[in-house]
């Protein structure tokens, strides 16, 4: 089992991706899939995450000049109580 943990910012991002008022939650849900989960299976395939790691998914706020897609990172981490705080469990 994985322990996915995102930031704010990552999930503002994903649902600004993924609004759109005429089809509902559907269209966020295929932004997680391939922004997301996609990138973290690939990560697994490579032998970049495994089973048990914590993965943090944010997103560069700094970053305007690159594509939303480009924007989110997905890196591996130690957690501690402190980022607890800063970041939601998923």
């Known amino acids: 089992m994985v322990n996915l943990y995102y930031?704010?910012?990552?999930g503002e991002l994903l649902v600004t991706?993924?609004?759109?008022?005429k089809?509902?939650?559907?269209?966020?849900?295929?932004?997680?899939?391939?922004?997301?989960?996609?990138e973290i299976a690939i990560g697994v395939l490579?032998?970049?995450?495994?089973?048990?790691?914590?993965?943090l998914v944010d997103a560069d706020v700094s970053a305007k000049d690159l594509p939303s897609n480009k924007?989110?990172?997905?890196?591996?981490?130690?957690?501690?109580?402190a980022m607890d705080a800063m970041v939601t469990n998923d």
């Open 46 to 55: 490579r032998g970049d995450f495994n089973e048990e790691d914590s993965i």
């Open 71 to 81: 924007r989110l990172r997905i890196k591996k981490i130690e957690t501690t109580p």
């Open 17 to 21: 991706l993924g609004f759109d008022p």
């Open 23 to 38: 089809f509902g939650a559907r269209p966020v849900k295929r932004v997680i899939q391939q922004m997301v989960e996609n």
């Open 7 to 10: 930031t704010k910012e990552a």
